[in-house]
């Protein structure tokens, strides 16, 4: 294991994590097994001061951990250098066995992190929390992926050897070896463009017809198809060589960074828009979050597509 | 109005404060708790204002059970409708008699041209708007009395809670405080004062007198 000072900080954060987390957790424990909201017992009264003080420490953690991610991927990009072979994160995420799934694993933390702020937020909004037993059983499952995270991730960092030649980008995501992933980046631009703005145009007929459960469904959907598109089609775009498809070079420097705009983005207008369909929020703020989600949405199709776009402008041809 | 039901009250090394109390109190009632220090006056008044929830038992306030309330909502539910005197009156010596009088406004956001109506309003009424600007370090017991009353009911509460209320004032003071009281009670106000102050007991605006004796209701 190497330690940087990236490295450093997030473990020592990460232990802080575990250690308010673990408290977090028995009280949740005991709070979904034995809350009464009607019950006017000693047993009761301490259990909904507990449950205050551990929404408070969850609410902390994620609303550390959400930010941490970029961190993290920042921390992975620095990593490039010390790896030989490595290009960027990339390289640095198959360097072992542990990073792809620590890193899917942390997109989909993201999510659940982020989708507990806010039921915790609108619990807090009603005298008889609504959610309250909801979102302390989403914790005690939100906990083990928590732990898990933490795990793998000093796993991933102890597990690193200096020494060894890891992939570069071009090998990862190269269209022409027999994997999944390659064939997905080898699918047709037509077909993953027309899927990728179909959903687009889809989400605007839902949102403009209000249907929560509708946009929230295709908001999932299109996550998944912006993440293909942008690898396989716009990132081709972005960094104008039809066959660099990594999706972590365009957080670096040569690409202005871009790539953390789109994701941060594409976070948030997914998110807003899978929020909808889940929670009952009241009109006005249903409303809000459609538009939030939809104007992100917006600003992602907008940014990807103005790089295709800009190229062939210039250039009279296509990638 | 105000119901209290099987409250019991114990606080950190076991220190039972209050014992199985059933109290109920109506509207515009003005109600004396009496009871040596330490008997669990304050405490049925810090339970009733929100301040602290029961051990055992429950509180319910105008129809709130206030001590279910999460915190944040027992905070607005007692902004709204209830005014708290405290015995050393808990105002902030370095600001200005108006300022002190304006704090339960700040978390509501009016207009400054509001607000001040509001203080000057109510300073009037309690006969201390001479003295708005100056620091309250700088008045009277007497004066930082009216000042804490004055506070209390800058929201036109409903329900008014006095810890002690004569404890700092001399016999004239304390008459004055009395007469602000049947002011207040003629407005329908409930009115619950925790005293031991022998001055209380025998007033024709009391209907009731609560005695406490070591948490229990004798």
């Known amino acids: 294991m190497f330690l940087t000072p990236e490295i450093i900080t997030l473990t020592v954060l990460n232990i802080l994590f575990a250690i308010f987390a673990t408290i977090a957790f028995v009280n949740a424990l005991k709070i979904v097994l034995y809350y009464n909201k009607n019950a006017t017992t000693n047993y009761q009264y301490m259990l909904e001061k507990k449950s205050y003080l551990s929404a408070t420490i969850i609410k902390f953690i994620f609303y550390v951990k959400i930010p941490l991610f970029i961190f993290f991927v920042y921390t992975l990009d620095g990593l490039s250098t010390l790896l030989p072979g490595a290009m960027c994160a990339a390289g640095v995420v198959s360097a072992t066995s542990y990073g792809t799934p620590l890193l899917f694993l942390k997109i989909l933390n993201l999510y659940i992190f982020a989708f507990w702020i806010v039921l915790n937020n609108e619990d807090m909004k009603y005298e008889n929390q609504p959610y309250l037993k909801k979102k302390f059983l989403l914790f005690c499952i939100a906990y083990f992926l928590l732990i898990g995270e933490i795990v793998l991730e000093g796993v991933m960092f102890e597990s690193m050897d200096i020494n060894s030649v890891v992939d570069c980008c071009g090998a990862i995501f190269s269209t022409t070896s027999q994997t999944y992933l390659s064939e997905i980046l080898g699918a047709s631009s037509s077909i993953l463009l027309g899927t990728f703005y179909g959903f687009f145009i889809l989400m605007i007929v839902a949102y403009f017809l209000k249907n929560r459960y509708l946009y929230s469904f295709l908001n999932i959907l299109f996550l998944l198809i912006a993440l293909i598109t942008l690898i396989a089609f716009f990132g081709t775009y972005i960094y104008q060589q039809p066959t660099h498809h990594c999706p972590f070079c365009l957080l670096q420097s040569d690409y202005n960074y871009i790539g953390y705009l789109l994701y941060i983005v594409l976070f948030i207008g997914t998110f807003f828009g899978f929020v909808v369909g889940v929670i009952d929020f009241q009109a006005k703020e249903l409303q809000k979050r459609f538009n939030i989600s939809m104007l992100y949405n917006c600003i992602y199709v907008i940014c990807v597509s103005y790089y295709p776009l800009e190229y062939y402008i210039k250039n009279g041809v296509w990638l | ?218």
Do not use: C, W
């Not at chain 2, 209390?152 to 810890?163: E, M, R, S, V």
């Open chain 2, 1 to 218: 109005m105000i119901t209290i039901e099987n409250v019991s009250k114990i606080y950190e090394e076991d220190i039972i404060a209050l014992e199985n109390i059933n109290l109920n109190f109506n509207e515009g009632e003005l109600i004396v708790l009496k009871g040596v220090s330490g008997s669990g006056k304050s405490t049925i008044l810090s339970l009733i204002a929100g301040l602290s929830k029961p051990t055992v038992g429950e509180v319910i306030v105008d129809g709130k059970k206030i001590s279910k309330l999460p915190d944040h909502f027992a905070t607005s539910f007692r902004r709204d409708n209830i005014g708290i005197v405290f015995q050393k009156y808990n105002l902030i010596p370095t600001l200005s008699v108006t300022d002190n009088v304006l704090l339960p406004l700040f978390p509501l956001n009016l207009s400054h041209e509001i607000m001040q109506e509001k203080a000057y309003r109510v300073l009037k009424k309690f006969t201390i708007e001479h003295k708005a600007a100056i620091m309250v370090r700088n008045l009277s017991g007497g004066e930082q009395q009216r000042v804490a009353i004055a506070r209390a009911n800058i929201n036109d509460p409903k329900i008014i809670l006095a810890d002690e209320p004569t404890a700092n004032l001399d016999e004239k003071l304390s008459l004055e405080f009395i007469e602000i009281l049947r002011e207040l009670k003629s407005k329908k106000r409930t009115i619950i004062i925790a005293t031991h102050d022998p001055l209380f007991f025998d007033l024709d605006i009391v209907d009731k007198i609560v005695l406490i004796e070591h948490g229990k209701l004798l």
